[in-house]
């Protein structure tokens, strides 16, 4: 597949969706995909299933038309998933993905083994957004699609800041910018605002956070009563294992948070020297050489020196 147009020729069905938990890169490039097809290939049936994007992202076109949950047997001509890293990650719709006529996995994550019947899987690119860029027609990529494939971009880059950001990447983004829209705002407004109980939460996160493995390793956490406490879910949370990367001297960083009593979210972040995707792949998760994550069980503390043993191994070589 060079162009999305080789699956889209001919049908009448097309499903779409992204991963759990779905974040920046996988909402813009799931509504991206989604707003071009709409606007330039309207005969075309199309369904887009997300879970629960977060708010910050109502600023693009058509969200309220994002399926939620899924309603009886259905079965596509095609189903595209985007940013998912493999088939179990399928944050809605998986059943669709099983029953559809032809399947296609677009991503960028590099532990993607390649899971559809057709597979574009560019694991040295910034996102998954701009990978889809790359299977777009330029001249009918409208102001609104470029708003999306734009907020993907910016998330999974960090704002142009993480290793993955190439020269590609940045003349993606002013291509997409020719097309109108408002950067600065979006940027603003879907990466860097914050409420003001999340920042207390990030503040308290922050403070109580503990130097391991000789200062080369920091450690945030948040237990379940503490979340219940200021009345936050894992949405809130986004953001704070950026900021303790940022410690001077650390060459890793940890967030976790007990999602269920003795369960937790792992986020990892790396400064280069350790390969977290590694880290979070020994506890079955995923993810990215500098930015990657995992669920686990247990007590906090063992939880926290798991993770730390394995990182202890990268430091030493």
Do not use: W
């Not at 910034?126 to 889809?132: D, P, Q």
Request: with cysteine.
């Amino acid at each position: 597949m060079e162009k999305i147009s080789e699956i889209l020729e001919g049908i009448q069905t097309l499903g779409i969706a992204g991963h759990v938990r779905p974040d920046g890169d996988c909402v813009g490039s799931c509504m991206g995909l989604y707003l071009y097809v709409k606007e330039n290939y309207p005969q075309i049936q199309t369904d887009i299933y997300l879970d629960h994007p977060k708010e910050v992202f109502g600023y693009l076109d058509r969200m309220d038309e994002i399926k939620m949950e899924t309603a009886g047997e259905k079965h596509y001509d095609v189903f595209i998933t985007l940013d998912v890293s493999s088939k179990e990650r399928i944050g809605l719709a998986g059943e669709y993905f099983d029953t559809a006529k032809k399947t296609v996995c677009i991503d960028h994550h590099i532990s993607n083994l390649g899971f559809g019947q057709i597979n574009y899987i560019k694991g040295g690119i910034s996102s998954a957004s701009e990978v889809l860029y790359n299977l777009l027609d330029e001249e009918k990529i409208s102001r609104s699609v470029a708003m999306a494939i734009y907020t993907g971009i910016i998330h999974d880059t960090g704002v142009f800041q993480y290793s993955s950001t190439s020269p590609d990447t940045m003349r993606i983004a002013g291509e997409l910018m020719k097309k109108g829209f408002n950067f600065n705002k979006i940027i603003d407004e879907s990466f860097y605002q914050k409420t003001y109980i999340q920042n207390q939460v990030m503040g308290r996160v922050l403070a109580e956070s503990i130097l391991l493995q000789h200062g080369k390793l920091v450690v945030g956490y948040m237990k379940k009563k503490d979340m219940d406490f200021y009345r936050v879910d894992g949405k809130d949370l986004e953001g704070i294992v950026s900021q303790l990367r940022l410690t001077k001297g650390v060459e890793a960083a940890i967030f976790i948070y007990e999602s269920q009593p003795q369960t937790f979210k792992v986020s990892l972040r790396s400064n280069g020297e350790v390969d977290v995707s590694k880290v979070a792949a020994f506890f079955g998760g995923g993810g990215h050489v500098r930015a990657a994550g995992c669920d686990m069980s247990g007590s906090m503390y063992d939880v926290i020196n798991n993770l730390s043993d394995q990182i202890a191994i990268q430091l030493k070589d």
